[in-house]
């Protein structure tokens, strides 16, 4: 039965050009290619990371944040109710009138008192600015690579294509990272996004992981390359709006939004789509994973859209005289600060 499912699910017409198999892509003197097996890494560096993330948040940005005068507002703990506790964790964290009313007769309560209640309840479970600082001082750093002037360049020869040892810690490092994104997500600040955010996820790993096995190599750094690019610059934005510096805040975040626009809808679609769409035809007949990449690529960019659209909204905020700082507390482009990959 596993042998079954294995044969079927590593059919050569799923991931190569029908003229091709997996016996051609064996390593020889000087070329090695890419394998599923190089990927199980990725699993220890995943644990690695998260180790590497608490030592980061509690030895540095703690830290950082204390010397830019980042700190944590006093919350009111709310006293036990069970019934309050219960009807917040099982039914609705903001309860209508009627069930206030209800609520203030079990528990004997006033109606302001079962409000008030709520109130700090929720904000008793909202992440506080150091945590959110912690997180918006991360950022994955990753290098340049070659194939960006010339993308014709990026399927000659294809799929007979040896991998650089650059490229395997690229994809290493960047899958790795993602993994740690989705073990951490419950516990990372959750914002209204957060759906878009776990679809982000497992597309990206997709896509790394078809796209590794599929030796689509070269335009994977060259997508991974276009999406690191702007990440820094909406984190750094955050860490400075937290430090309450908003002069700086607002001039980062408006480089961000230009930058963000530029790679995610006019290079992403119209330089490395055009490249996985238009040119592989004149190379190889098109098969199942040249319409699985392309179709996990749209993917992406319907999310490039969504989180675009949320940034626009904010730039007219901007522009209208809302401080970015209060914007970035109260939308959510969290997910777009991720790389990308593909």
């Not at 040896?162 to 740690?180: A, K, N, T």
């Not at 996990?296 to 490039?304: C, G, Q, T």
Request: proline letters at 4%; a positive charge.
């Amino acid at each position: 039965m596993i042998g079954t499912i294995s044969e079927w699910l590593w059919w050569d017409r799923l991931w190569l050009p029908g003229n091709l198999t997996w016996a051609d892509l064996k390593d020889e003197e000087g070329l090695v290619y890419a394998r599923a097996s190089h990927l199980y890494v990725t699993v220890p560096y995943a644990l690695v990371f998260l180790v590497v993330r608490y030592v980061f948040e509690r030895l540095i940005a703690t830290p950082l944040a204390a010397s830019l005068g980042v700190t944590e507002k006093t919350r009111y703990k709310v006293e036990h109710n069970a019934v309050l506790e219960h009807y917040f964790i099982t039914k609705s964290k903001h309860p209508g009138q009627a069930d206030i009313d209800g609520l203030s007769k079990k528990c004997s309560w006033s109606s302001r008192q079962v409000e008030r209640w709520f109130r700090r309840r929720r904000n008793q479970d909202r992440p506080g600015v150091l945590k959110k600082f912690r997180e918006a001082s991360q950022c994955s750093v990753f290098h340049k690579k070659p194939w960006f002037y010339n993308l014709r360049e990026v399927w000659n020869g294809y799929p007979r294509q040896s991998v650089l040892d650059s490229q395997y810690w690229y994809y290493i490092l960047e899958m790795s990272f993602y993994f740690s994104l989705v073990l951490r997500i419950t516990f990372d600040v959750k914002r209204k996004d957060f759906k878009e955010q776990i679809i982000h996820h497992w597309a990206t790993l997709t896509l790394l992981a078809f796209s590794w096995c599929g030796n689509y190599i070269r335009v994977g750094t060259l997508v991974m390359l276009i999406h690191d690019s702007s990440d820094i610059l909406l984190e750094s934005a955050k860490i400075f709006n937290y430090a309450k510096w908003e002069s700086t805040c607002n001039g980062i975040f408006v480089v961000f939004a230009a930058v963000f626009i530029v790679t995610r809808l006019i290079m992403f679609p119209f330089w490395i789509i055009h490249c996985t769409w238009v040119y592989p035809p004149d190379y190889y007949p098109p098969f199942f994973g040249y319409y699985f990449f392309n179709f996990m690529l749209v993917i992406l960019l319907m999310l490039h859209i969504f989180w675009a659209y949320l940034i626009l909204c904010m730039v007219k905020m901007f522009l209208f005289g809302s401080p970015v700082g209060h914007m970035l507390l109260t939308n959510t482009v969290n997910a777009v600060t991720l790389p990308l990959s593909g």
